[in-house]
């Protein structure tokens, strides 16, 4: 573990593009892309039915495809590092109008993908050329048969640019000149957030009140973001003749059939976890168990754990489970991919961003020394690994879809808490740490449906007009109650404007894939606990199917069960309550 002392915890990015946003590398790059997209764009809109031509395209397509995710993850990267960074939101906005190319040449493809016969199809497909990326084209194919003309996709696709993703990165500014007051410190909403996790109650509360006054003083600006992002949507939707579930659950794969067996699960599960609240609050002698509560550690004094430990203690439980993630793992810490320091001026939140030419990833966190935070950057690891084990797959066979890319992050920090859990040296520390993995299953069955109901909601007034942000307010509320059960004291009505997943255009309803990575993730760890010897190979076999199948397809293949059936989310939410069953007979064996 010699790599992984005194580690760098700012990324390198450099590597990828030297100078920033003033690199002139990166300038260059830019330019070259809009010429050989516009080019592409030449090419698609006159593509005929031909294999030859289809073949050119797709190869042409993949490539421009991965330079320009090389260049939008760079920029990405720089403002989310810093916030003030103007130069870098000016870039953002210019890839946008050059993801709006690419779109264009996508949707060129999915009408000429159409024109062929089923017979053609399939012998096209056959193609040394296009076999690999089959899977792809063939969703093209269908999806856009549920789609407008071309010429009016594109044109939908070409407004999006200033008006619905300008939304977005309106929600991102409002956001990142919050500043939070704390004992003579000014934080960033992340930086405030991760005190939520802080021992002491009194500080618990005063942040999260902070938190909630400060986004209420935003709250007409957020509010007025969210109706305009989601009237276009709505819009779109109108005219395509599809209902806001239908876009989220083909970027998803899977069936709306699976969705609801899952919440239905879950739903009859709840009172356990309900039950979990009422024994914490209990355990921590509280009069009031709020929002603010729900993650805070049973001790008084939580451990504070050095970057360069939960470095090494995470490379040491992968290394239990795969030795390829393990070496991985190690080398994107000791390479500078991740990106852990806490200061003031960052996006909050966390994510991992992939440079497919460069061939690596990057991962963003706020680390502040806690054990959750030794978890997400678990997660986050866990992320890079699974672009890594794609990376030698064509671009088109690569894209996984929102649910599965929650598999391996999730997975990733299983094992870790289970690994840490398991290393306690004591009753009580191993309290804290299972109670640290309960509260993860509640913030998957309580909070996360808590978006989703209230997302459902909010879209359903939203088709009658702008909704007024008292109601908003309402809709949150109401949320929140159904999903917790009435389990807390305090509420936190301002809970949607706090966060991004509701403001990301590209990933509409970002929402259940957490829930579903995180209860499948539950299946492919029982592969591990089952048949430790062969899990590296099935795992990595399972990954690189991602790109190329449904989630009902992967799970019948690798885990051989029916999503759509509940007996799989059964067994899995049972794993959760295992969890629960022994956190309170710890308990009682700690008195």
């Known amino acids: 573990m010699s790599k992984l002392e005194n580690l760098d915890m700012t990324w390198d990015l450099d590597k990828i593009f030297p100078g920033g946003s003033e690199s002139q590398e990166l300038k260059d790059t830019i330019d070259t892309l809009e010429k050989e997209l516009k080019d592409l764009a030449g090419k698609s809109a006159h593509l005929a039915p031909r294999e030859e031509e289809l073949a050119a395209l797709v190869k042409e397509g993949q490539a421009l495809w991965d330079k320009l995710r090389e260049v939008s993850a760079f920029v990405t990267c720089l403002v989310s590092q810093n916030q003030d960074d103007r130069k870098a939101k000016l870039l953002e906005g210019k890839l946008r109008q050059l993801q709006a190319v690419m779109a264009g040449v996508m949707i060129d493809l999915e009408a000429a993908l159409q024109q062929f016969s089923e017979e053609e199809w399939k012998k096209i497909t056959a193609h040394s050329d296009l076999s690999p990326v089959k899977f792809f084209l063939s969703e093209l194919r269908e999806r856009g048969r549920d789609k407008l003309e071309a010429d009016k996709e594109k044109l939908a696709s ?312 008292d109601r908003i307010n309402e809709l949150m509320l109401e949320a929140q109650k159904e999903a917790y059960r009435d389990s807390l004291d305090h509420w936190h009505p301002r809970f949607w404007a706090t966060r991004l997943h509701f403001y990301l255009t590209r990933v509409p309803f970002y929402n259940f894939p957490y829930t579903f990575g995180y209860l499948f993730s539950m299946g492919v760890y029982g592969l591990y606990r089952k048949n430790p010897d062969n899990f590296p190979e099935i795992y990595r076999a399972l990954l690189r199917d991602t790109g190329s199948m449904t989630a009902e397809e992967l799970a019948q293949k690798h885990l051989n069960v029916d999503l759509k059936k509940p007996d799989f989310w059964e067994e899995a939410v049972k794993h959760c309550v295992a969890d629960v069953e022994k956190f309170y007979s710890l308990l009682q064996e700690t008195g």
């Open 158 to 469: 070409d407004l999006a640019v200033e008006g619905y993703h300008a939304w977005s990165e309106m929600y991102h500014t409002i956001v990142g000149d919050i500043r939070i007051s704390h004992r003579d410190k000014e934080l960033s909403v992340g930086q405030a957030q991760n005190l939520l996790s802080t021992p002491d109650q009194s500080i618990r509360r005063e942040v999260g009140d902070r938190l909630e006054e400060a986004f209420r003083e935003k709250e007409h600006l957020i509010s007025s973001t969210l109706n305009n992002l989601s009237g276009y949507r709505l819009s779109l939707y109108r005219h395509r003749e599809w209902d806001v579930l239908k876009e989220p659950l083909m970027m998803s794969r899977i069936s709306r059939e699976t969705l609801e067996t899952m919440w239905d699960v879950i739903s009859k599960n709840k009172d356990v976890f309900t039950d979990y609240y009422r024994k914490k609050k209990e355990f921590l002698g509280l009069d009031e168990f709020g929002w603010y509560d729900r993650s805070a550690p049973l001790s008084t004094e939580a451990p504070q754990v050095s970057y360069d430990q939960g470095a090494r203690f995470i490379v040491e439980q992968f290394h239990k489970a795969s030795r390829d993630l393990a070496e991985f793992a190690e080398m994107a810490l000791a390479n500078r991919w991740v990106e852990a320091e806490d200061r003031d001026n960052k996006r909050p939140g966390g994510f991992c961003t992939s440079f497919p030419l460069n061939g690596e990833s990057r991962v963003f966190m706020t680390y502040s020394g806690t054990s959750r935070n030794v978890a997400t950057l678990a997660h986050e690891l866990g992320h890079a690994y699974h672009q890594w084990a794609l990376r030698d797959l064509p671009s088109f066979a690569s894209r996984y879809p929102m649910t599965l890319a929650e598999t391996a992050s999730t997975l990733a920090e299983q094992v870790v808490s289970d690994a840490a859990i398991e290393a306690a040296g004591s009753n009580r520390e191993k309290l804290d740490l299972l109670d640290e993995k309960i509260s993860k299953s509640c913030t998957f069955f309580m909070d996360i449906h808590t978006r989703f109901l209230f997302e459902k909601a909010f879209y359903k007034e939203r088709g009658s007009g702008p909704v007024s942000t």
